[in-house]
Nanobody, 124 residues
């Protein structure tokens, strides 16, 4: 069965950094694009970033561009999100997603499995 397990969330101060991890199992990780999204209660779901299957191409929402970096280690079946220059507006539950194909997409319906998420809180 496909499993996606996020970790690395926590409390950070504005301007600080966190590194999120998503460990995948139950499928050939290197064959699929992956993404990160975030959820704020009452404010909807926001796609954050995506990376293609071999890690050669990536894509970011305008709200995080220049501050966040997505990467992957296919040998470890792990996806990462390095979050720098954090803002209070980044506070959310961050989850990772498996794409249906190997190609980057920002369309959430093109992701077929979702992790339960890890909470990120940015506050002074």
């Amino acid at each position: 069965q496909v499993q996606l397990v996020e970790s690395g969330g926590g409390l950070a101060q504005p301007g600080g950094s966190l590194r999120l991890s998503c460990t995948a199992s139950g499928f050939t990780f290197s064959s699929y694009a992956m993404s990160w999204s975030r959820q704020v209660p009452g404010k909807g779901l926001e796609w954050v970033s995506a990376i293609d299957s071999d890690g050669s191409d990536s894509y970011y929402a305008e709200s995080v561009k220049g501050r966040f970096t997505i990467s992957r280690d296919n040998a470890k079946n792990t996806l990462y999100l390095q979050m720098n220059s954090l803002k209070p507006e980044d506070t959310a539950l961050y989850s990772c997603q498996k794409a249906i194909t190997n190609c980057i997409t920002d369309k959430l319906h093109e992701y077929d499995y979702w992790g339960q998420g890890t909470q990120v809180t940015v506050s002074s």
